[in-house]
C-alpha cells in the first residue's frame, strides 16, 4: 500500500478500485471514535477515526495488531492510558496488519479553530440552515437542533446541546455522510450502473453522557436524515472501551491524533503493495488541507 495524496472529492475512484478489487457490496459494519473528546475544549486538534468491514473483519485486524502491540495480553489498550512502547509497537503494526484484512480505516484531523470556522458550512451542507439556533440559558449559551420530523411516527424533535458539543456533532456528522457519499460513488460503475443501497451499521464508543442524551439524539437525527444512497444506522456500545473493533477505532483516532500534535513522532503511510485494506486521512488545518490515501 503506497502513500500518495489525494483530492478529497476524488477519493470515490480510489475506493471504486479497492471495492471492485476485493468484492465489497453494499453492507458494512462500522466502528467509530474521536480523540481526545467531542467537545470544544481548547484542544490543538481533533480526530475521528472511522473504520468499515463487511464481515467484521476489522475484529480480526484489531486482534493482529494487539499480538504484536501487547504482546503480554493480547488485547488493546485503551490510547490515553498506554505507555510510549504500546503506541510505538502499535503504529509499527497498524499498516502491515491492514495490507492482510479486508477494513477499510477512513480518519479525519482538523484544528480546533478550524472546526470552529466551518460551523456554518456544516450546518448548510447537512440542511439544517433552518434548524440550527443559539441562545442563552441563564449564563450558558446552547444550540437548539430542529425540529426534526420523525418519518414514521411524524413527530417533531428538538435536541438542545452545550455551544462547545454542537459544532463537534456537525463536524462529524459531516465528515460520516460525506464518506458515505463517496463511497456510494465508488459503488456506482464508470457506466452508471450497479449501485443499490450503502447501509453501515454503527457499533461505536458510548456517546457523551450516554444513551438518549442530546449528544446521542443529535447524532441519530443528523445520520438518519433521509438519503437516497442508504442509511447509517447508529448504534453504541453500553460500555466505552471494551471490545476489540471499539478499542482499534479509539487507538487510530489516538495515534493520529498525536501525530499531529508530535509531527516527527511517528511515521504514518507506509504499507505494502496490493493491500486488502485502506487507509484514508484528512488533515484540516488553517490555512491548508491535505489527504493522505494509502
Not at 473528546?37 to 484489531?62: K, N, P, R, V, Y
Not at 449564563?139 to 435536541?159: D, K, Q, S, W, Y
Not at 496490493?274 to 494509502?294: C, H, K, Q, V
Request: aromatic share 10%; hydrophobic share 45%; glycine share 8%.
Amino acid at each position: 500500500m503506497s502513500a500518495q495524496y489525494v483530492q478529497p472529492s476524488d477519493l470515490h475512484l480510489i475506493i471504486r478500485q479497492h471495492m471492485a478489487a476485493h468484492g465489497h457490496d453494499g453492507l458494512f459494519m462500522a466502528s467509530l471514535d474521536h480523540s481526545p473528546t467531542e467537545q470544544l475544549a481548547g484542544a490543538d486538534w481533533h480526530t475521528t477515526a472511522l473504520i468499515l468491514s463487511a464481515g467484521m473483519e476489522h475484529a480480526g485486524l484489531a486482534n493482529a495488531i494487539a499480538r504484536v502491540a501487547n504482546p503480554r495480553t493480547k488485547m488493546l489498550a485503551k490510547w490515553s492510558r498506554s505507555n510510549r512502547h504500546y503506541r510505538r509497537r502499535f503504529c509499527d503494526s497498524f499498516f502491515s496488519a491492514l495490507a492482510e484484512h479486508r477494513a477499510l480505516v477512513f480518519a479525519i484531523s482538523a484544528e480546533e479553530k478550524t472546526i470552529s470556522a466551518a460551523e456554518a458550512h456544516f450546518i448548510e451542507q447537512l440542511g439544517a440552515t433552518h434548524h440550527y439556533n443559539r441562545r442563552v440559558s441563564g449564563e450558558r449559551e446552547r444550540v437548539a437542533l430542529g425540529p426534526f420530523i420523525n418519518a414514521e411516527t411524524r413527530e417533531t424533535h428538538v435536541v438542545e446541546l452545550p455551544s462547545n458539543q454542537a459544532p463537534m456533532a456537525l463536524f462529524i456528522a459531516h465528515f460520516l455522510r460525506r464518506i458515505h457519499q463517496q463511497m456510494y460513488a465508488g459503488l456506482v460503475a464508470p457506466d452508471g450502473s450497479g449501485g443499490g443501497m450503502l447501509t453501515w451499521n454503527f457499533l461505536a464508543d458510548k456517546p457523551p453522557g450516554g444513551a438518549e442524551k442530546p449528544f446521542d439524539q443529535a447524532l441519530t437525527m443528523l445520520l438518519g436524515l433521509e438519503d437516497w444512497r442508504g442509511s447509517l444506522r447508529w448504534g453504541y456500545f453500553l460500555c466505552s472501551d471494551q471490545v476489540e473493533t471499539d478499542l482499534l477505532a479509539d487507538n487510530v483516532a489516538g495515534l493520529l491524533n498525536e501525530a499531529m500534535r508530535y509531527p516527527n513522532r511517528y511515521f504514518i503511510g507506509n504499507a505494502p503493495s496490493n493491500s486488502a485494506g485502506l487507509f484514508y486521512w484528512e488533515r484540516w488545518g488553517m490555512p491548508a488541507a491535505s489527504s493522505l490515501i494509502a
